[in-house]
């Protein structure tokens, strides 16, 4: 019997997952290669313990070389071309064929779409970028202090505010907190929209620690000369750090495919099954327009239901019910403590959230979410 062909493009949250469970559900009767341009996967959430020096880069890489799976080849190169309607993939390595083509490449950062970011700022969504945080803030000598958000689609959307309440905890520590402000600048009008609770338990903790809280509000440009940054609507804001949340875009070889129709057009997926207008090509994680929330929970989910489509495609089997779009997200609280929010985007009229208070509890379970996924993935 033929295998079915999968190639799987971004050996991130997405990638991984899919990956895994095919590979555990049909073993070598699959045919998976998985390609990323990276040696080694590091959780969106390990940015922060890298910027605020609680854990260094090295020890947050998972290296793909640990990587065995029966049926799964992975290759590290990078993707220069998709050919949808072929199903084709050109990389440095050679060319592939798939008869499954899966696009989890996640999004790039669009850093040039906000004037004076890097030369005035910082942003910390990258790797480097968190590490350049950190020896930044070793030297930090107080003064006002902005988390900015530059752009409406942005990765873990509690994270700007994680952020904010992180570097308080780190300014006090350092006995920096009375000579600085923190301000939050995000374009939301509360914290989590689909949660109201989770959005007023963060609400209430900014106003107990003296975070300012400026939604609805956008960040445009800074002026590094006048160290003043520059909202959308034309307000000002003075700085003596920004640490910023790039503009997102879609990665420009999904652009160039014809899958996505511009830059900040994510890729437009049938919501029930992730499959793109191209039959046989789906698109998961944060690169698709499905309309949840950019977080590795929601790329995971996306990335289960694709899954269980290609299982139940070579066993002859129905397909899987449709995707829900839920996702539990943990949120550090600073002093200690992660809070919970679980999230549910598409079953209902329109997303609903439930909230758990932070707690010691939840900062074991967010470890054990780390570590439970790095044991099956690796
Ligand atoms: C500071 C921060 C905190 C976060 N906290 C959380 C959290 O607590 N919980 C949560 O669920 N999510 C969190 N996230 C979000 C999470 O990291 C992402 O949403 C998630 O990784 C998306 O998964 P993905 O598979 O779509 O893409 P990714 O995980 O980004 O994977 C995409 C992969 O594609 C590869 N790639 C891209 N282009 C190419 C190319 N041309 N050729 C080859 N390979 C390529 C990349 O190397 C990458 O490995 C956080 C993110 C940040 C930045």
């Known amino acids: ?26 073993g070598e009767a699959a045919d998976i290669v998985l390609i990323d341009k990276s040696d080694a996967f590091v959780f969106g959430f390990s940015k922060l313990e890298v910027m605020f020096g609680r854990q260094p880069a090295a020890a947050v890489r998972h290296p793909y070389r640990t990587i065995a799976k029966p049926g799964v080849r ?32 996640g999004a790039d950062y669009d850093l040039a779409a906000t004037p004076g970011l890097l030369e005035g700022g ?14 930044v803030l070793a030297t930090f000598q107080g003064g006002p202090a902005i988390v900015g958000v530059c752009g409406k689609s942005f990765k873990c959307p509690p994270a700007p505010s994680e952020t904010s309440l992180l570097l308080h905890d780190f300014l006090t520590a350092r006995g920096l907190r009375e000579r600085s402000e ?29 975070i300012r809280f400026v939604g609805d509000a956008m960040i445009a440009s800074l002026d590094p000369a006048r160290k003043v940054a520059i909202l959308a609507d034309g307000r000002e804001m003075p700085y003596a750090l920004f640490l910023g949340v790039p503009v997102h875009r879609v990665p420009q070889v999904v652009v160039d495919s014809g899958l996505a ?67 539990s997200c943990y949120i550090e609280f600073g002093h200690g403590q992660v809070g919970r929010v679980d999230v549910e985007f598409l079953a209902g009229p329109k997303p609903t959230g439930t909230f758990q208070a932070p707690s010691e509890a939840l900062v074991a379970e967010k470890t054990a979410f780390g570590s439970t996924r790095v044991a099956r993935w690796f």
Request: charged share 20%.
């Open 182 to 210: 923190i301000s939050l600048v995000m374009p939301f009008g509360t914290p989590i929209p689909p949660s109201p609770d989770t959005s007023k338990a963060i609400l209430q903790t900014f106003a107990e620690r003296g």
């Open 122 to 135: 910082n942003e910390f969504y990258s790797v480097p970028g968190a590490e350049r945080v950190r020896d």
């Open 74 to 105: 992975l290759v590290q190169t990078t993707v220069r071309a998709i050919d949808p309607a072929a199903k084709r993939v050109t990389t440095d390595a050679g060319t592939f064929e798939a008869d499954v083509l899966v696009v989890a490449l």
């Open 261 to 327: 129709s511009g830059p900040y057009d994510w890729v437009p997926v049938n919501k029930q099954t992730l499959e793109t207008k191209v039959p046989g090509v789906y698109a998961v994680g944060d690169v698709n327009g499905v309309g949840t929330p950019k977080a590795g929970v929601f790329a995971e989910g996306s990335a289960r239901v694709v899954a269980a489509a290609i299982i139940a495609g070579v066993r002859g089997e129905p397909g899987p019910g449709p995707y829900r779009g839920l996702g």
């Open 1 to 26: 019997m033929t295998k079915t062909r999968v190639v799987v493009l971004g050996a991130g949250f997405g990638g991984l997952e899919l990956t895994t469970m095919v590979s555990d559900a049909l």
